[in-house]
């Protein structure tokens, strides 16, 4: 099984259910299930997006936002979703996330990077961008181009409609 990162959308007061819920039960379930059409499979595109940021010269404000979105932040105490034997992040390490109003501001900066004009900074050959890219970017089938914009823009889509929901994002590796 391939290990790949999660994103998930919820409300706070869920995030406060689990926490009970783990805190209540002798094994610690925090009966984690946030709906389907709330979670985000970013499978391994969250390094060849970076990759192609910063080789197309992303920085500043945006670049650190573009980070956040891909790595959370550690000031919610998530330990009680990676606790055995109901951890969601088994393969990797602990749960993050971002507040309600730190997804709003990630939001409003991942709406401003152009990754077309990013992409373009690549070479034409999909070969040669894929040697750039680098990370087994040249085993993606359809060509690393096309498999990280789909994915950098399904990652813009998510945190706008948490933006717009007030929604926490919780990011785990599984």
Known sequence: MAVTQQLARIPAEYLASCRQSADASPDGDPLWDPPFADVLDLDWA??????????????GVRRSALRQALKGDTAIDLAFLNT??????????????????QVDRVAQL???IDFPALLAALPPEEAEAAALIDNGADKIVGGPKKYVLGHFNALRKFYHA????????????D
């Open 46 to 59: 969250p390094f060849p997006i970076e990759r192609i940021c910063e080789m197309g010269g992303l920085g």
């Open 84 to 101: 055995p034997p109901h951890s969601i992040a088994p393969f990797g390490s602990d749960p993050t996330a971002l507040s309600a109003a």
């Open 110 to 112: 991942l709406g401003q």
């Open 162 to 173: 948490a933006s717009q929901r007030q929604l926490l994002v919780v990011l785990w590796w």
